[in-house]
């Protein structure tokens, strides 16, 4: 079964400096990837996703992730953040080949809190 | 566009108890899905409807948890009765896509149970 694993439960980081928030997946066959974005009492929001085509995926407000098949990783970057950045980031996987595209699986999420 | 209602957005029961939450989709998305977030993890499927068909329940205690979507449009989730550990976010979600999706869901703000 496919799975997802964020390697980080929180990131701090200051206001204006880049973030990287690591994501690795289990499966080895084709797979959709995406990085969901929960602010506080909110519902999730997609970000970004991969599909197809080209590895370096751009997302809303600034963010862009790299699929990288070799180390199964899909990292979610941004080079500048801002106040309004801290969230809770989710990555998400599914399997293309499967009946049920839409079933995703989330990762346990990294909490992204920025300080001014 | 109105975005994904569900409500309540907060409920306190007693273990044994009973309780529903109900979700009202995206006009249009003939998708369904009903996830719970368990504090600390990510959400995990718990149901997942195509209209009014159920497409994927794997994951469901269907011992205590039922659900339906009644006429393909509204659904509700019911836990009967409740234990402590079902303590959660119950996040409704949507999607236009009919069949071969590719995992953009739109969430609801989520139903908040503490289970005492």
């Known amino acids: 079964a496919q799975s997802v694993t964020q390697l980080d439960s929180q990131v701090p980081v200051f206001e204006e400096a880049p973030v990287e928030l690591r994501c690795n997946y289990s499966?080895?066959?084709?797979?959709?990837l995406f990085w969901y974005v929960q602010y506080p009492n909110q519902g999730l929001q997609l970000l970004l996703k991969?599909?197809?085509?080209?590895?370096l995926v751009k997302g809303i407000n600034g963010f862009e992730a790299e699929f990288n098949k070799s180390q199964t990783s899909f990292h979610l970057r941004k080079p500048s953040v801002h106040i309004s950045d801290t969230a809770e980031y989710f990555c998400?996987?599914?399997?293309?080949?499967?009946?049920?595209?839409?079933?995703?699986?989330f990762g346990t999420g990294t909490r992204l809190q920025v300080f001014p | 566009e109105a975005g994904v209602a569900q409500s309540p957005r907060y409920k306190i029961i007693e273990k044994r108890q009973s309780v529903a939450f109900w979700c009202n989709p995206i006009?249009?998305?003939?998708?369904l899905y009903w996830y719970q977030q368990i504090l600390g993890q990510g959400p995990k499927l718990l149901i997942q409807?195509?209209?009014?068909?159920?497409?994927?329940d794997s994951q469901l205690p269907k011992d205590r948890f039922s659900a339906e979507r009644l006429k393909g449009v509204d659904s509700t989730l019911k836990i009967q009765p409740a234990k402590l550990e079902d303590s959660a976010v119950y996040l409704c979600?949507?999607?236009?896509?009919?069949?071969?999706?590719?995992?953009?869901?739109?969430f609801g703000e989520g139903s908040r149970l503490t289970v005492l």
């Open positions: 006009s249009g998305h003939a998708t």
């Open positions: 499966s080895s066959v084709s797979v959709y």
């Open positions: 979600a949507s999607s236009y896509s009919r069949t071969g999706g590719t995992g953009e869901l739109f």
């Open positions: 409807f195509q209209n009014n068909g159920v497409v994927d």
């Open positions: 998400a996987v599914s399997d293309p080949g499967a009946y049920n595209t839409d079933k995703l699986i």
């Open positions: 991969y599909l197809s085509g080209s590895t």
